[in-house]
């Protein structure tokens, strides 16, 4: 396998450090998805600024976590899923909604499960929805805004899972405990 260097501020292409500077100032550490992600510079931007817009978003901090994790658990990715539950359970996120995400099982809510298939049309479908579907999503009380917002989404974890998928990405001592593997008998929610 192909071995991808961890960065650090020191190690980084030109480009990356400062940026992995601004990581290590936002979160106090910098993640190695980030120092992985430092090896393309643009790549490492592109990511945070995806991440810093999708956080402005109009959604609220579950549904933030319902996008986000649908789209970890469909592309199943190893070091997202747990690094996701861990932000969830510091933005105050419901156990049950992570739990039920993680596991491929029914949200607690019509309105979140909503999201989730939505968000898991649009993944599986690379962006085809129909009328039905949208406007299925729309009943649920989400707005055309926010349908565009899930396109924000998937652009950032399309560039995080698939460097994960390919770097194979070590997760950080601090998720283990939230490590992730998809369960065969898992409910796939469609």
């Known amino acids: ?21 601004q990581t290590k100032a936002a979160f106090g550490v910098v993640p190695n998805l980030h120092a992985v992600m430092a090896e393309a510079p643009g790549l490492l931007e592109g990511y945070l600024v995806l991440h810093r817009l999708f956080l402005e978003s109009s959604f609220t901090d579950e ?4 996008v986000w994790q649908s789209i970890n658990v469909e592309h199943d990715c190893h070091y997202c899923v747990p690094s996701h539950t ?33 968000t898991l049309q649009m993944v599986r479908e690379r962006g085809s929805a129909g009328d039905q579907q949208v406007e299925a999503f729309l009943a649920a009380g989400f707005t055309s805004r926010q349908v565009l917002e899930v396109v924000l989404a998937i652009s950032q974890k399309v560039m995080s899972n698939y460097t994960n998928k390919l770097t194979n990405t070590p997760i950080e001592p601090y998720f283990e405990q939230f490590a992730w593997q998809r369960t065969p008998s898992a409910e796939l929610v469609s």
């Open 1 to 21: 396998m192909t071995e991808f260097e961890i960065h650090t501020a020191q190690t980084a292409p030109d480009r990356s450090k400062p940026l992995l500077e």
């Open 63 to 66: 549904e933030k976590t319902v």
């Open 86 to 118: 861990g932000i969830a359970k510091r933005m105050g996120v419901d156990d049950a909604v992570s739990d039920a995400l993680r596991n491929e099982t029914s949200l607690p809510t019509p309105r979140l499960e909503a999201l989730r298939r939505f």
